[in-house]
């Protein structure tokens, strides 16, 4: 596996595979890899000749400078959890990726309005931001993203369409651990205590399930948020039922196609995200 610092070097590297007739699939991130990112690498190598990762901690989408401050970082650990499915690993320092202060816009309408951009003011700009950077320099063929952020893989697919670039999209299934916690980097900075408490947020989802017969979308949204009032530890910020394809509200589940429950919750500072597809019974 290589490691490259410098944008020209990718650029170069990616030239040179291009015409090589080689396909590149791309997997961007921001560092303290798991088992989802690893699943997105995974089948990155099971669908292109050249698999590249990303890993850069974007200043840009952090609208809480605490955040950024303690996002966990261990390069070398990265390194050696992904060797054996990736190629090249990209790992530009800010200088690299904004020589000079970015202020690019980006307008993805509603998507851009509701759940975590409602929350977190800026963000997904940021994510524009950079991962727009990332394909002008990566140009991939492929790119793969987790269902986990699921808001954010859909405003990436609106990127994608806006830059007119040939980039496909794939959206991964969320990897959970055993108990039901969907893996993220930010886990790792629950204690072990409060660790223990957060598949509480998998497994309230896992209800709604079984509610979907006898209730609407809004009143199970009330039912969860009673079920959250219940847990001292959580401070829930949002339960949602939306439509998979646009994040508009849902009604009636008997209209709509596709559902996703999406959840965004505190457990002691800690914010976690999570979704379900719902499945019509
Ligand atoms: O999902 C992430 O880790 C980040 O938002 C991404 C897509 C790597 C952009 O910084």
Same mark, same amino acid.
């Given at each position: +596996?290589?490691?490259?610092?410098?944008?020209?070097?990718?650029?170069?590297?990616?030239?040179?595979?291009?015409?090589?007739?080689?396909?590149?699939?791309?997997? #961007?991130?921001?560092?303290?890899? *798991?088992?989802?990112?690893?699943?997105?690498?995974?089948? @990155?190598?099971?669908? $292109?000749?050249?698999?590249?990762?990303?890993? &850069?901690? $974007? #200043?840009?989408? &952090?609208?809480?400078?605490?955040?950024?401050?303690?996002?966990?970082?261990?390069?070398?650990?990265?390194? =050696?959890?992904?060797? !054996?499915?990736?190629?090249?690993?990209?790992?530009?320092?800010?200088?690299?990726?904004? #020589?000079?202060?970015?202020? !690019?816009?980006?307008?993805?309408?509603?998507?851009?309005?509701?759940?975590?951009?409602?929350?977190?003011? /800026? *963000?997904?700009?940021?994510?524009? +931001?950079?991962?727009?950077?990332?394909?002008?320099?990566?140009?991939?063929?492929?790119?793969? &993203? /987790?269902?986990?952020?699921?808001?954010?893989?859909?405003?990436?697919?609106?990127?994608?369409?806006?830059?007119?670039? #040939?980039?496909?999209?794939?959206?991964? =299934?969320?990897?959970?651990?055993?108990?039901?916690?969907?893996?993220?980097?930010? $886990?790792?900075?629950?204690?072990? !205590?409060?660790?223990?408490?957060?598949? &509480?947020?998998?497994?309230?989802?896992?209800?709604?399930?079984?509610?979907?017969?006898?209730?609407?979308?809004?009143?199970?949204?009330?039912?969860?948020? !009673?079920?959250?009032?219940?847990?001292?530890?959580?401070?829930?910020?949002?339960?949602?039922?939306?439509? @998979? =394809?646009?994040?508009?509200?849902?009604?009636?589940?008997?209209?709509?196609?596709?559902?996703?429950?999406?959840?965004?919750?505190?457990?002691?500072?800690?914010?976690?995200?999570?979704?379900?597809?719902?499945?019509?019974?």
């Amino acid at each position: +596996m290589k490691i490259i610092e410098s944008k020209d070097l990718v650029c170069r590297k990616i030239e040179l595979l291009k015409k090589q007739n080689q396909t590149i699939g791309f997997v #961007p991130t921001m560092g303290a890899l *798991h088992k989802g990112h690893y699943e997105l690498l995974k089948q @990155a190598k099971n669908e $292109n000749k050249v698999v590249v990762c990303s890993i &850069f901690v $974007n #200043p840009t989408q &952090f609208n809480n400078p605490e955040d950024l401050k303690k996002y966990p970082r261990d390069l070398q650990k990265d390194f =050696d959890y992904i060797a !054996d499915v990736c190629d090249l690993v990209f790992v530009p320092s800010v200088e690299e990726m904004y #020589p000079e202060n970015p202020t !690019d816009s980006y307008d993805f309408g509603y998507l851009d309005t509701v759940m975590e951009a409602a929350f977190r003011p /800026g *963000h997904f700009n940021g994510v524009a +931001m950079v991962v727009r950077r990332l394909f002008e320099i990566v140009k991939p063929d492929n790119t793969y &993203f /987790g269902k986990k952020d699921y808001q954010q893989a859909l405003i990436v697919k609106e990127l994608i369409k806006q830059m007119k670039v #040939p980039i496909r999209m794939v959206m991964v =299934d969320t990897v959970r651990e055993s108990d039901g916690l969907a893996f993220s980097s930010r $886990n790792s900075l629950l204690s072990s !205590d409060k660790r223990k408490q957060a598949p &509480f947020i998998y497994q309230t989802m896992q209800k709604v399930q079984t509610l979907m017969n006898n209730m609407k979308p809004q009143e199970i949204e009330g039912w969860i948020q !009673d079920q959250f009032k219940e847990q001292k530890d959580f401070d829930l910020e949002y339960a949602t039922i939306v439509q @998979a =394809d646009n994040l508009q509200p849902i009604h009636d589940f008997a209209t709509h196609t596709q559902a996703v429950l999406c959840v965004a919750a505190y457990l002691d500072n800690i914010r976690l995200i999570d979704n379900l597809e719902l499945n019509k019974i």
